[in-house]
C-alpha cells in the first residue's frame, strides 16, 4: 500500500463575492443578495521516494482561478425544480413563483446545479477539479475534497475516492 498524506488548501485569498438567493420550495426563497464565499480543498495523494505529494502549488493556481471566474458575478441555479428561466439579447428573465426578475446576462452566470448552496456549490466544484482522471492519475491523487463556505465557521463539503469508486463498478 503507498504512503498516502492529506494536503490541506483553505487560503484567505481563495474567496470569491457573488450574488444568489437559495430556494427552499416552490414558493419559498430568499430574496437576493451575496456573500464572500470561499473555497478549501483537503487532496490525498501518494508520497514518493523524495518524500513529496504532488507540487500543491498546482492546485493553488487552479483554485485561485476558479475563485476570478466566479468573482462579481449573479449565480443562478439553472437545474432548479423551482425556476424558470427565459432571455433575451440582454437579460436572463429568472421567475420564481410566478415572480419575475431581470438580470442582465453580463452579469450572471447560470451553473449547472439544482440550487445555489453551499452543499450544491461544493459538488460543482468537485465535478470541475475531478472530471479528469488522468490528471488525478498522474499526480497519483486518491481523494479529492472540496469545501465552500457562505459565511464564516459552515462549510458544504464534497467528496471523491479513487478507491470507492473503483469498488462501485
Ligand atoms: N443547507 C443549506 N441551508 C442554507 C443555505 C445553504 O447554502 N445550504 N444557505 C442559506 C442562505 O444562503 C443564507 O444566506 C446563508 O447565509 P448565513 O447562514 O446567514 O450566513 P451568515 O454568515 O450570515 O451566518 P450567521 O450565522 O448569521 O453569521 C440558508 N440556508
Excluded at 500500500?1 to 494536503?7: D, F, N, Q, T, Y
Amino acid at each position: 500500500m503507498p504512503r498516502l498524506s492529506s494536503i490541506e488548501i483553505r487560503k484567505q485569498y481563495l474567496h470569491f463575492s457573488a450574488a444568489h438567493f437559495t430556494i427552499f420550495s416552490a414558493t419559498e426563497r430568499e430574496r437576493l443578495h451575496g456573500h464572500n464565499w470561499r473555497l478549501g480543498v483537503e487532496i490525498t495523494g501518494e508520497i514518493d521516494a523524495n518524500g513529496l505529494c504532488f507540487d500543491y502549488a498546482i492546485y493553488k493556481k487552479i483554485l485561485k482561478d476558479l475563485c476570478h471566474q466566479y468573482d462579481e458575478y449573479t449565480l443562478i441555479a439553472d437545474h432548479s425544480p423551482y425556476l424558470q428561466i427565459s432571455e433575451d439579447e440582454e437579460f436572463y428573465f429568472v421567475t420564481h413563483n410566478h415572480r419575475t426578475q431581470p438580470l442582465l446576462k453580463t452579469d450572471t452566470l447560470l451553473l449547472p446545479v439544482k440550487n445555489i448552496t453551499i452543499e450544491e456549490l461544493a459538488n460543482y466544484f468537485l465535478k470541475l477539479l475531478t472530471d479528469d482522471r488522468e490528471r488525478l492519475e498522474e499526480l497519483k491523487i486518491y481523494r479529492f475534497e472540496v469545501r465552500v463556505s457562505s459565511g464564516p465557521d459552515q462549510w458544504g463539503i464534497a467528496r471523491w475516492d479513487r478507491l470507492a469508486e473503483a469498488n462501485d463498478v
